[in-house]
């Protein structure tokens, strides 16, 4: 299995990184979120947009589902393929939406099939609510022998059940002032260390986050030592 962090960054694409998408590669691939730039970040990434078949997003802002029109535009016309796509209630009507003022001389049900996320898939999916300004799906996927959660956006949870002894824990952490994160949605990078140290997880993963100088990470280690701070189109090859 590898997870390949395509985009790592906040919504000002802080350190010059991309917005959310992350990309697990394993029996099935999986993508959760689509920024923007998604489809040029899997071709740097050495994938075409077809590799994937699953997309779960987990909230319907623009840096975490803003590529839809794009995957869409090249499974219609340049890679043909399908995608399954799972997320919030009112993703299709959004999605048809969105594709038709992108691009309106294709339609998205001929390339994405919308799924409940009660879908029974090939790989163990299990979900619970975020919180943000929009409804967010946190999403646990069991595949290949490893369990991964990954946040989307939110303000700080309980995760001491949802995520206990996973393998990684991929958390956002936009905001450095606590009273910010909570008034915006988001979790800061202690909080989401508290949390990842709460579960027990193996590895606690930070992505969607601002610059972060050594001290930052070196209070967050302190807090939980086996804490990762990917950049855009890392690969952490789980073994």
């Known amino acids: 299995m ?13 350190d010059s990184r991309g917005n959310m998408s992350i990309l697990v590669d394993s029996k099935y691939k999986i993508l959760f979120d689509c920024g923007p730039q998604v489809v040029y970040l899997l071709r740097r990434s050495g994938y075409s947009v077809n590799d994937a078949k699953y997309l779960f997003v987990s909230h319907l802002h623009g840096d975490h589902y ?5 995957i ?26 969105v594709c038709g003022k ?15 996320l009660s879908t029974d898939y090939p790989f163990k999916l299990d979900t619970m609510e975020g919180k943000h300004a ?3 799906y946190v999403y646990k996927v069991e595949i290949s022998g490893k ?24 958390h956002e952490a936009a ?5 910010r994160a909570e008034k915006y949605g ?14 027990g997880v193996k590895n606690l993963v930070l992505v969607h986050r601002p610059c972060f100088d050594k001290k930052i990470v070196e209070k967050v280690r302190k807090i939980f030592p086996r804490t990762l701070f990917p950049y855009d189109l890392d690969v952490i090859e789980v073994s």
Request: aromatic letters at 14%; proline letters at 6%; zero cysteines.
């Open 66 to 70: 803003g590529g839809i029109p794009f």
């Open 147 to 170: 369990k991964i959660v990954y946040t989307g956006d939110t303000a700080r949870l309980d995760l001491s059940k949802f995520a206990k002894g996973v393998d990684y824990l991929i």
């Open 186 to 199: 988001h979790t800061t990078p202690f909080g989401a260390a508290e949390a990842a140290k709460e579960a």
């Open 102 to 116: 992108f691009y309106p001389n294709f339609k998205p049900e001929d390339v994405f099939e919308f799924n409940n």
């Open 72 to 97: 869409g535009l090249n499974l219609s016309f340049k890679e043909k393929g399908r995608m399954s796509v799972g997320g919030p209630e009112k993703l299709e009507e959004y999605t048809k939406t």
């Open 2 to 14: 590898r997870l390949v962090f395509l985009g790592t960054g906040d919504a000002f694409n802080s």
């Open 134 to 136: 929009v409804p967010d």
């Open 175 to 179: 905001e450095l002032d606590e009273e």
